[in-house]
């Protein structure tokens, strides 16, 4: 049994922890919350964007702390779940490494190149896992664009164009603040930049062209090169001002042999796809395949599994592995480098 303690019971703790429920052979034996309301299982006031809204929890199994300190001094934990705001994530997956725990730490990685490295450092030195919640893959529609890559019968990789666009989220604390959560470029396009590298590695250098807000990204296009035979890879990604789109996202990725499609908003209310997941192949043919659940709690308890799983094998992720979020970051940073100083950036 693993046992598990979460750090941070916001949405994101509540998504893992409900998500934990449904999974055999790990139980959430403690949790750490700053909110004595959140702590006492009043999980009433949690806001987020899907999933079931916040109630009244009984946590009579579950051991409480307020402090990280003690959460971690708690010896009958093997994992610690982080899903506390991105500023506090090195110094927390830290400590949980050298007091000998496996870290599974909510995206993104952390907001500098510096902070993940010393999160890798720990990780090496403690011999124990560290995996980053990066769960886009675990998605039907990212899942199946990775199995067919991976499949290797479309031929070679020869590009794609990402999208990932939100309303500006006005209830979030902190978004535009570089030093704490560091807006959609760390926040949101992450999910794309770490779904890119997967695909097509690291770029020699990056463009990125848009608007700026507090010093941060806020609407932007990039260009990823490759080289003149590499792939021609691109993103669109950023806040709007208006609420009435809340959430878009897409791909559009390109094989020798094969086209893939897919396109999702919320518009007002309703979610829908804009384009359904397509194939496209050089026979002329559209095919639409039939893919899982789209619902995002579903996606939740794939990667949950994959972290489970992890930790009973004591085996890395392929996916959710600190390297993979490190280049993510790095990739995010270039990015607003390459917006902020006019120019291009060099990887
Ligand atoms: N994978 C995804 O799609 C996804 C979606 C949403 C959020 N996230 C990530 O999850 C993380 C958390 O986001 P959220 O939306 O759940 O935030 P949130 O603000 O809803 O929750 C954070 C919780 O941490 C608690 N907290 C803060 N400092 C603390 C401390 N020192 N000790 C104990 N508790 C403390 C807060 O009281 C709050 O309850 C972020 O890194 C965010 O990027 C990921």
């Not at 296009?221 to 789109?245: E, H």
Request: aromatic share 8%.
């Amino acid at each position: 049994m693993v046992r598990v303690g979460i750090a941070g019971i916001g949405f994101m703790g509540m998504v893992h922890y409900l998500n934990y429920q449904k999974l055999r052979g790990v139980k959430v034996a403690a949790l750490c919350e700053q909110d004595k309301t959140r702590l006492a299982g009043d999980w009433r006031g949690i806001k987020g964007n899907f999933g079931p809204p916040g109630k009244k929890m009984d946590l009579s199994q579950v051991a409480t702390y307020t402090s990280l300190e003690d959460l971690l001094a708690d010896e009958s934990i093997d994992l610690i779940d982080i899903t506390l705001p991105p500023a506090l994530h090195p110094d927390i997956a830290v400590k949980a490494l050298e007091a000998d725990k496996h870290v599974f730490c909510e995206k993104p990685m952390a907001l500098t190149i510096r902070d993940c490295k010393r999160m890798s450092a720990a990780a090496n030195k403690s011999g124990k896992l560290l995996m980053i919640g990066h769960v886009l893959p675990f998605f039907p529609e990212y899942g199946w664009a990775l199995k067919e890559f991976r499949s290797r019968k479309h031929g070679r990789l020869l590009g794609g164009n990402f999208k990932r666009v939100i309303s500006n989220p006005e209830w979030l604390n902190n978004y535009w603040s570089p030093k704490h959560v560091g807006g959609p470029m760390l926040d949101l396009h992450i999910h794309d930049a770490h779904f890119i590298r997967i695909l097509f590695g690291m770029p020699n250098t990056v463009s990125t062209k848009g608007r700026v807000k507090n010093k941060l990204a806020e609407y932007w296009n990039s260009q990823f090169d490759y080289g003149s035979k590499g792939p021609v890879v691109q993103a669109c990604s950023g806040t709007i001002n208006q609420q009435g789109r809340s959430f878009a996202h897409g791909f559009e990725i390109h094989f020798e042999k094969a086209t893939l499609l897919f396109e999702f908003a919320v518009m007002g209310k309703q979610a829908s796809y804009l384009c359904p997941p397509t194939l496209l192949t050089n026979d002329g043919k559209v095919k639409r395949p039939k893919l899982g659940s789209g619902d995002p709690m579903d996606a939740f308890r794939a990667e949950l599994k994959e972290v489970v799983s992890c930790v009973k094998q004591q085996s890395p992720s392929t996916i959710l592995n600190g390297d993979l979020a490190r280049d993510a970051i790095r990739l995010c940073q270039k990015q607003t480098d390459s917006l902020l100083g006019g120019r291009s950036a060099k990887l």
